[in-house]
C-alpha cells in the first residue's frame, strides 16, 4: 500500500480561540494531530490499530509556522501526509489553509512507535513499514538538530498534572505541554506579540499527579524564547522549545 495525503476541514470554536477572537496555536496543533489520525486511518495504521497491538504513537518534535491565525467560526482544511522515514523516525508534515486556499500555517513533525506496557520506545513495525511514502507534497524541511539550552530564567510556573491534562496514552498530551510553554511566557508578551515560529521537543513523559515546573528566557535575539519543562519530581527534562514572536 502507498500512503496517500489526507485532506481535513475543520470550523473554529469559540472555546478554542483567544481574546482575539484568533485559534490558540494549541487548537491549531489539535487539528493537526486529528488530521494525521483521519489520514493514518484510511492505511490502517491509526492509533487504534496500534492500540490492538500493545503500541501507539507518539510525538518526538513538532516545528510549526504561522503565517496569519484564523478566526472564531472561520473553516479551515488541514492537509497532511507521511514525508519521510528515518531509522525509528517517521516524518509527517502539514499544510493549513483557508477555505480560499490561503497557507496559514504549516508544520513538520516527527513520530515514534511507543510500547504502551513497556513505556519504551520500539522499532517501526514490519505492517507500518510496508505502507510505502509517497509525500504528497514537496516535505518541509526535517525538524533535525539540538536546540539551545536555557541558560537564563526569566519565568517560571509550576504546573500540576490533573485529570484533563491526561490523553489516550495515559500521560500528558503534547498540546498541553504546548500550552505551558505558552503560558509560561509574560502576558505582555502574549497580548502584543504574534506566535509566529515554535520549535518543540518531547522529551519524556509526566503522568496523573506529578508537578511540571516550567521555565522560559530569552534566546540569541529580540523575539525569541527558550522554553524548558521539567518533572518537579525527578527532574527530569520533559520538554525543550524554542519559540519565535512578532508585533
Not at 492500540?51 to 501507539?56: D, I, Q, S, V
Not at 502574549?190 to 506566535?195: A, C, I, R, S
Amino acid at each position: 500500500m502507498k500512503s496517500v495525503t489526507g485532506q481535513s476541514t475543520f470550523t473554529i470554536r469559540s472555546t478554542e480561540t483567544d481574546q482575539n477572537g484568533q485559534a490558540t496555536l494549541p487548537a491549531l496543533v489539535s487539528y493537526m494531530q486529528e488530521a494525521a489520525w483521519d489520514n493514518t486511518a484510511t492505511m490502517g495504521i491509526s492509533m487504534y490499530e496500534l492500540l490492538e497491538r500493545g503500541l501507539t504513537w507518539v510525538l518526538q518534535r513538532m516545528r510549526v509556522e504561522m503565517f496569519r491565525y484564523p478566526k472564531h467560526r472561520e473553516k479551515i482544511m488541514v492537509e497532511t501526509w507521511a514525508s519521510g522515514r528515518e531509522r525509528v523516525f517517521l516524518h509527517r508534515d502539514f499544510r493549513v489553509y483557508s477555505v480560499d486556499r490561503e497557507l496559514l500555517g504549516q508544520a513538520t513533525s516527527v513520530w515514534l512507535v511507543m510500547d504502551v506496557v513497556k513505556r519504551q520506545m520500539v522499532s517501526v513495525p514490519d505492517f507500518i513499514t510496508a505502507v510505502e511514502v509517497v509525500p504528497g507534497q514537496e516535505p518541509l524541511p526535517f525538524a533535525k538538530g539540538k536546540l539551545p539550552q536555557l541558560e537564563q530564567v526569566s519565568y517560571e510556573q509550576h504546573m500540576p498534572v490533573r485529570w484533563h491534562d491526561i490523553d489516550l496514552n495515559r500521560h500528558v498530551t503534547n498540546t498541553r505541554y504546548l500550552q505551558w510553554v505558552l503560558e509560561t511566557l509574560p502576558t505582555d508578551i502574549l497580548e502584543k506579540q504574534q506566535l509566529t515560529e515554535i520549535d518543540i521537543i518531547f522529551k519524556a513523559e509526566s503522568t496523573l499527579g506529578d508537578t511540571v515546573v516550567a521555565t522560559a528566557g530569552p534566546a540569541e535575539a529580540a523575539d525569541i524564547f527558550l522554553h524548558k519543562l521539567t518533572s518537579a519530581e525527578t527532574g527530569k527534562e520533559l520538554v525543550q522549545a524554542r519559540t519565535k514572536f512578532e508585533c
